[in-house]
C-alpha cells in the first residue's frame, strides 16, 4: 500500500525538521563543550567597539581605519572594531538622534561644529585622566581648544584641515599663468586656462541640498573678504558690507563662463581628479583623492593659499570623543592612543595625505614626492579660520543657523536675488530667530 | 478567549510602534522639549502650536505642501491612467509593456533621485539637452535644482515619475473591471473613443479613483525621502513641505517640542483623509 503524496510530503517536512532541530542543538552543545574546554574562548572574543563615520567609504581613509581597526585588534587580542559607515551630510543628525535616543557608539568621532552641543549637554567624558599620560599630550594641533570646556579636555584631534587653493599645475603652465594671489589674477587665470585649452578654469560648490558644505562654499568668500555671518558677542553680520561683497565676489565667478554649472563638491572634486577642473577652493583631501583615483596627474596638483583678500583658510576638523555612558572607555582610549600615535599620525599623512590631529611635522622625503603638501602646514599657520565651521556667537545652534543662511544663499545662486537683498532678508530672520533663543542657549 | 490571544501580539506590536510614539509625540508637542531631552522640560501649553500658527515659515510650507499635493495628485493620477487606457489596449509586447512600466515603482526612492538629480543637472543633463534639441528653450542650461522658482517642479517630476506605475496598477485594474458588454453597447449607440471614456470608463473608475486619490494625497503628505535627498527642502525652501520642515525643525533646529506640534498637525490632516479612505473603503466594501 502506498502513502498518498500528502503523507509522504508531511512526512518529508518533519524529517527535515527533525533534522534541522538535531544539528541545531548539536552546533549548541559542540558550543558548550568548547567553552567549557577553553573559558578563555567565549571572553577573548566577547568585546566589539563600535565605530560610526563618515571616512570609511571614502577611498584612502576607509583602508587606512581597516587597518588601524585591525592593528589594534591584534594588540588587543579578542577585542574587534565595528567600522559602521554612516553618510557625511546626515552624520551630524543621525549620530545625534542616535546618542539622544540612548544608543552608545564606543568610539565616537565629532566634527568641530558637534563639540560645544555634546559638551554643553554633558554628553562627553573629560579625557584628562589618560591625556595627561599620553605622550602625544603636547602635540595636539590649535584645534584641540575646541575641545576643552571649564578647563578639561573631552576630545582628541583627529584632524584638523585648512582649506586653499587647489590647482592643476600642467593647466596652469599649457595657459601660460602663475599660481593666482588674488582674485582677479584667479579670474583671468581660469578664463586663460578655460579659452586656451577647454578645461573649465574653476569651480565653486553651488549644490544648496548639501547644507554644511554650501555653508563652507560661502565662508570662503565671506571670510575670505574680511566678513562672517555673525560675530562672538551674537551680532548678526549677514548684511555687512564686507559679506555682501563676499558674495558678490563669489557670483563673478559662479556666473563666469569658465565656471561649470549646478555642480555640487562631490562631482567637482571628480572632475578636478580627473583634470577636467583646473582649480578649486577646496580641502587637502582632494590631493589624497587625487593620488588614488589619478596618480599621473598627483605630482602636478598643488595647494595654494585661497586669492582671496584675506587668504582665510576655513579649517574643519573633526574628534575623537568617549560617551560618558560607554561601558568601554579604557579600550576606546586605547585605540585613541594607538590612532595618534607617531607611527599612525605619520601614516595618515604620507599615505592617505590627510592632515593630522598632532603636530607631527611631515617628512623631508614625503614633501619631496607630494609638492601638493607643501603649502598646507603653512596655511594652518598663517591662515586658519572659521574652525568648525561654527558661525561665532551661535556654536549650540550652529547647523539651525547654517540652514537659515543657506535658505536665502540659494536666492543668490540662483540669480534670483542680489546678495544685498537676500542678505538683508536673511539678516531679519536671523535677528528674529536669535530673539527667541533661550539666555544661554547659543553659545 | 482564543480570539483575544491570538490577536494580542498584533495589538501589543501596534501599541508599541504606534500608539506610544504619537503619545509621546502628542506629549512632546505641549513642552518646550530642546536638545538634551531633559526629563521634566517646562510646559507650554498650545504655546508650540501659536508659534507656529504665528511663523510665516509655516505657512509658506503649507502652502508648499498644498502645491506639491495637487502636482503629485494630477501627476501621477493623469499619468496612471493614459498609460492604464493604453495597456488596456490589445497590443504585442503588452506583458513585457506591463512588466518594465512598473519598474519606476520597484526602484528604490534614493536610487530614482539619484538618476533624477543627474537627469537635471544643468550642463550634463540629459532633459535641459532634450529640450534645446526640441527647440523649447534657447539654451540648454536650466538650473532645476538650483532656481527656487524650479526647485517644485524638479521634485515632483522625479515623484511622479517614481510613484506613478501604482496608479496605472489600481486604475487597470478598474478598467478591467468595468463590463464588457457596457463597451459594446456604447459601440452600437455609435459612441466614439472619447465618448467610450467619458460615459463608460470614467464613471466605472469611480470607486478605484476616489480610492487612488485618497492614497496620493496621503503618500504626498508623508513624502520626505525624495524630497529631502534631491533638495533637502531647497533652494531658498522652495520644497520645503511640511514633513520636511518636520524633519528640520527636529534634527536640524534641535526644536523638539515644535517639530511634535506639527507632526501632530500633520497628523491630524493625515487621520482626516484616512477617516475619508476607510468611509470610502467601507461605501465600495458596502456596495459591491
Known amino acids: ?151 578639561k579636555n573631552y576630545g582628541v584631534a583627529l584632524t584638523a584641515s585648512p582649506q586653499g587653493l587647489l590647482y592643476n599645475q600642467q593647466l596652469l603652465q599649457q595657459a601660460g599663468v602663475d599660481i593666482p594671489r588674488t582674485l582677479d589674477e584667479l579670474y583671468n587665470a581660469a578664463d586663460k586656462i578655460y579659452k586656451k585649452t577647454g578645461v573649465y578654469g574653476f569651480g565653486v560648490h553651488v549644490d544648496t541640498s548639501a547644507m554644511l558644505l554650501s555653508y563652507v562654499s560661502c565662508m570662503q568668500w565671506v571670510l575670505g573678504n574680511g566678513g562672517d555671518f555673525s560675530r562672538a558677542d551674537g551680532t548678526i553680520t549677514c548684511n555687512a558690507p564686507k559679506t555682501v561683497q563676499g558674495f558678490e565676489q563669489m557670483m563673478r565667478f559662479v556666473n563666469a563662463p569658465f565656471a561649470p554649472k549646478g555642480l555640487g563638491w562631490y562631482q567637482l572634486r571628480t572632475m578636478f581628479a580627473e583634470g577636467k577642473v583646473a582649480m578649486l577652493f577646496d580641502g587637502p583631501w582632494d590631493l589624497g583623492q587625487v593620488k588614488t583615483a589619478n596618480p599621473k596627474l598627483y605630482p602636478f596638483v598643488g595647494m595654494a593659499p585661497c586669492p582671496t583678500p584675506t587668504h582665510a583658510a576655513i579649517t574643519g576638523g573633526a574628534f575623537y570623543t568617549i560617551l560618558r555612558k560607554d561601558g568601554n572607555k579604557q579600550a576606546v582610549w586605547d585605540y585613541i592612543a594607538l590612532a595618534t600615535s607617531d607611527e599612525w599620525q605619520q601614516r595618515w599623512i604620507e599615505v592617505e595625505v590627510q592632515v593630522p590631529g598632532t603636530t607631527l611635522p611631515p617628512t623631508a622625503a614625503f614633501l619631496r614626492l607630494n609638492p601638493g603638501y607643501r603649502y598646507v602646514t603653512e596655511l594652518a599657520a598663517k591662515y586658519a579660520t572659521g574652525f568648525g565651521y561654527l558661525p561665532p556667537g551661535y556654536e549650540l545652534v550652529a547647523t539651525a543657523f547654517q540652514t537659515k543662511v543657506i535658505d536665502h544663499v540659494g536666492d543668490i545662486w540662483s540669480g534670483s536675488k542680489p546678495p544685498k537683498v537676500a542678505m538683508d532678508e536673511c539678516q531679519r530672520e536671523l535677528e528674529a530667530w536669535a530673539k527667541t533663543l533661550p539666555p544661554g542657549g547659543r553659545s | 478567549m482564543f480570539a483575544i490571544a491570538m490577536m494580542a501580539p498584533t495589538v501589543l506590536w501596534t501599541l508599541l510602534v504606534l500608539v506610544y510614539p504619537v503619545g509621546v509625540t502628542l506629549r512632546n508637542s505641549l513642552f518646550n522639549v530642546g536638545a538634551g531631552f531633559d526629563p521634566h522640560p517646562p510646559f507650554v501649553g498650545l504655546g508650540n502650536y501659536a508659534a507656529l500658527l504665528a511663523d510665516p515659515i509655516f505657512w509658506h510650507s503649507v502652502r508648499v505642501t498644498v502645491l506639491f499635493a495637487l502636482g503629485n495628485l494630477l501627476g501621477s493620477f493623469g499619468l496612471g491612467l493614459v498609460t492604464a487606457m493604453l495597456l488596456h489596449e490589445r497590443f504585442w509586447g503588452r506583458p513585457f509593456a506591463r512588466a518594465v512600466l512598473l519598474l519606476p515603482w520597484a526602484m528604490p526612492q534614493v536610487a530614482a533621485v539619484v538618476v533624477w538629480r543627474w537627469l537635471l543637472q544643468v550642463q550634463y543633463g540629459a532633459v535641459n539637452y532634450v529640450l534645446w534639441r526640441l527647440h523649447l528653450v534657447a539654451t540648454p542650461s536650466i538650473q532645476w535644482l538650483v532656481k527656487p522658482s524650479l526647485g517644485l517642479y524638479a521634485v515632483l517630476a522625479a515623484t511622479v515619475w517614481w510613484q506613478y506605475p501604482i496608479a496605472t496598477t489600481f486604475l487597470q485594474a478598474g478598467i478591467q473591471s468595468v463590463p464588457v458588454d457596457l463597451y459594446e453597447a456604447a ?27 485618497l492614497m496620493l494625497l496621503f503618500w504626498s503628505l508623508g513624502q520626505v525621502i525624495i524630497i529631502w535627498t534631491m533638495t533637502a527642502g531647497g533652494p531658498a525652501r522652495a520644497t520645503q513641505t511640511l514633513a520636511i520642515l518636520v524633519y528640520q525643525r527636529a534634527f536640524s533646529d534641535f526644536q523638539f517640542g515644535s517639530a511634535a506640534a506639527l507632526a501632530t498637525i500633520v497628523l491630524a490632516v493625515s487621520l482626516s483623509i484616512g477617516l475619508l479612505y476607510y468611509r470610502l473603503t467601507l461605501r465600495t466594501a458596502q456596495e459591491a
Open chain 2, 187 to 213: 459601440g452600437i449607440d455609435g459612441a466614439n473613443g472619447w465618448q467610450r471614456f467619458r460615459h463608460v470608463t470614467w464613471p466605472g473608475l469611480r470607486h478605484v479613483r476616489n480610492i487612488l486619490l
Open chain 1, 1 to 151: 500500500m502506498s502513502m498518498p503524496a500528502w503523507s509522504r510530503t508531511s512526512m518529508n517536512r518533519r524529517r527535515l525538521l527533525r533534522q534541522t532541530a538535531a544539528l541545531g542543538l548539536g552546533w549548541a552543545a559542540a558550543r558548550s563543550a568548547e567553552t567549557f574546554l577553553d573559558p578563555g574562548a567565549a571572553s577573548a572574543a566577547s568585546l566589539t567597539l563600535s565605530y560610526p563615520s563618515w571616512m570609511f567609504s571614502e577611498p584612502s581613509t576607509g583602508k587606512y581605519f581597516r587597518d588601524l581597526s585591525a592593528a589594534y585588534s591584534q594588540a588587543h587580542p579578542g577585542t574587534q572594531v565595528d567600522l559602521i559607515q554612516l553618510p557625511a551630510g546626515q552624520y551630524v543628525e543621525k549620530i545625534f538622534t542616535e546618542v539622544q535616543s540612548g544608543q552608545v557608539p564606543d568610539i565616537l568621532p565629532l566634527f568641530t561644529t558637534q563639540m560645544p552641543q555634546y559638551m554643553h549637554l554633558d554628553l562627553l567624558e573629560p579625557l584628562d585622566p589618560w591625556l595627561d599620560k599620553a605622550p602625544f599630550k603636547n602635540k595636539l594641533v590649535l584645534l584641540q581648544r575646541f575641545a576643552r570646556k571649564n578647563g
